[in-house]
T-cell receptor, first 115, second 113 residues
Framework: NAGVTQTPKFQVLKTGQSMTLQCAQD?????MYWYRQDPGMGLRLIYY???????DKGEVPNGYNVSRLNKREFSLRLESAAPSQTSVYFC??????????????FGPGTRLTVT | AQKITQTQPGMFVQEKEAVTLDCTYD???????LFWYKQPSSGEMIFLIY??????QNATEGRYSLNFQKARKSANLVISASQLGDSAMYFC??????????FGTGTSLTVIP
C-alpha cells in the first residue's frame, strides 16, 4: 500500500497563476482533508470531505477550491495564487470522520512557493 | 473560538527519562477529541494518541500516555523512557463537532544521549 500520495512534491508559481495539487489514497478511506502548514503556526484545515460527494470548508478556505473526484482522490486548486499561499500543503485521509477519533494518515506534503 | 495552545516551543530530555509536553485547549463544544501527532525532520505527520472528551480513563499507547484533565482543559502528552528517535516536533490537535480540526503551534523535542 502506498498510503496517501501527493503530487507534485515541490512547485514554484508566479502570482496569479493557477494550479491543482493532487492527492490519492489507497486505504479505502471515506474522509479526506487538506491542510497548510506555515512556520510557527502548526497545521490549519483548508477543506475536508467527509465522504465521497461531499466537501466542507475548514478554518482557512479562502483562495482555494477542492474536488472529491472519487473515493480515492481529493484535489486542491489555487485559482489565482498569491504570495500568502506560500506554504507546505498536506493531504490526509481517515477511515471515517477524524472528529470521531479516527486516525488521520498524512501524505508527504507539497512545498509551494508563490513569487 | 476554538483554540489549542502549546506553550513550550522547545524541550530537552535526557535519553531514557520521561518528558511531558503541555497542551491546553479551549472549546465550548461538549463533544470533542484530542490528538497528538509527531513530525520528524523528514516532514511526515505520525499519529500518536487520541482522547475523547467523554472517555473516563487517560489514553495510553505504548510509551505514550495522555494526561487528560478536563476541568483544567489540558491534554498533556507524556513520553516515558525517551529514545533518540523521539526527537521531533509534536503537535496537539483538537476536533469538534462538524469535523473541524485545530492544531497547536507545536513543541520541538530534543532527546540528549
Amino acid at each position: 500500500n502506498a498510503g496517501v500520495t501527493q503530487t507534485p512534491k515541490f512547485q514554484v508559481l508566479k502570482t496569479g497563476q493557477s494550479m491543482t495539487l493532487q492527492c490519492a489514497q489507497d486505504m479505502n478511506h471515506n474522509s479526506m482533508y487538506w491542510y497548510r502548514q506555515d512556520p510557527g503556526m502548526g497545521l490549519r484545515l483548508i477543506y475536508y470531505s467527509a465522504s465521497e460527494g461531499t466537501t466542507d470548508k475548514g478554518e482557512v478556505p479562502n483562495g482555494y477550491n477542492v474536488s472529491r473526484l472519487n473515493k480515492r482522490e481529493f484535489s486542491l486548486r489555487l485559482e489565482s495564487a498569491a504570495p500568502s499561499q506560500t506554504s507546505v500543503y498536506f493531504c490526509a485521509s481517515s477511515e471515517s470522520l477524524a472528529a470521531a477519533g479516527y486516525e488521520q494518515y498524512f501524505g508527504p506534503g507539497t512545498r509551494l512557493t508563490v513569487t | 473560538a476554538q483554540k489549542i495552545t502549546q506553550t513550550q516551543p522547545g524541550m530537552f530530555v535526557q535519553e531514557k527519562e520521561a518528558v511531558t509536553l503541555d497542551c491546553t485547549y479551549d472549546t465550548s463544544d461538549p463533544s470533542y477529541g484530542l490528538f497528538w501527532y509527531k513530525q520528524p525532520s523528514s516532514g511526515e505527520m505520525i499519529f500518536l494518541i487520541y482522547q475523547g472528551s467523554y472517555d473516563q480513563q487517560n489514553a495510553t499507547e505504548g510509551r505514550y500516555s495522555l494526561n487528560f484533565q478536563k476541568a483544567r482543559k489540558s491534554a498533556n502528552l507524556v513520553i516515558s523512557a525517551s529514545q533518540l528517535g523521539d526527537s521531533a516536533m509534536y503537535f496537539c490537535a483538537m476536533s469538534i463537532t462538524g469535523n473541524q480540526f485545530y492544531f497547536g503551534t507545536g513543541t520541538s523535542l530534543t532527546v540528549i544521549p
